[in-house]
């Protein structure tokens, strides 16, 4: 019986104010080469309620176009009942990450990420002004 294995690392990211997207991918493919676990699964977690990850073709124009959407769908200067709570200027930040998530799962086969060809991790900071973003990294497998 093979016995199954955890792995655990954390990744801190300068991020400049939002919307910023930074690709990670080698960084989490090197946290999955030095895990020593050959199948499995990576769960990759932005600490924080302004920041999110996904997976897009990370190239100018898909970043560009992504920012764009994100921008659209919960643009800042909207009037956003966390404004009246806190009065920080960044209720659009809370939606635009809530609306990508904080977390992405991706299989992990032969200690490498199981992506497309042009399928790249990245992490977002949607907040106000700049962030180190934490992010948590679970490996479990064989």
Known sequence: MTELKIHTDTLYISLATGCDI?????QINQIAIESAIKNGMVN???????????TIEYEP??????????????????EYEHEKA???????????????????????????????????????NHDNHPRKREIEVTITGT
């Not at 930074?22 to 080698?26: D, G």
């Not at 124009?61 to 909207?78: F, M, S, T, Y």
């Open 22 to 26: 930074k690709n990670i991918t080698s």
């Open 86 to 124: 806190w009065h920080d200027g960044n209720g659009h930040s809370h939606v635009q990450a809530a609306l990508i998530g904080p977390s992405l799962t991706i299989p992990v086969r032969s200690s490498k990420l199981k992506l497309g060809t042009w399928q790249q991790v990245v992490v977002i």
């Open 44 to 54: 990759i977690f932005v600490v924080g309620s302004t920041g999110s990850v996904t």
């Open 61 to 78: 124009g898909v970043v560009e176009d992504l920012k764009r959407a994100i921008d659209e769908i919960a643009p800042q200067g909207l």
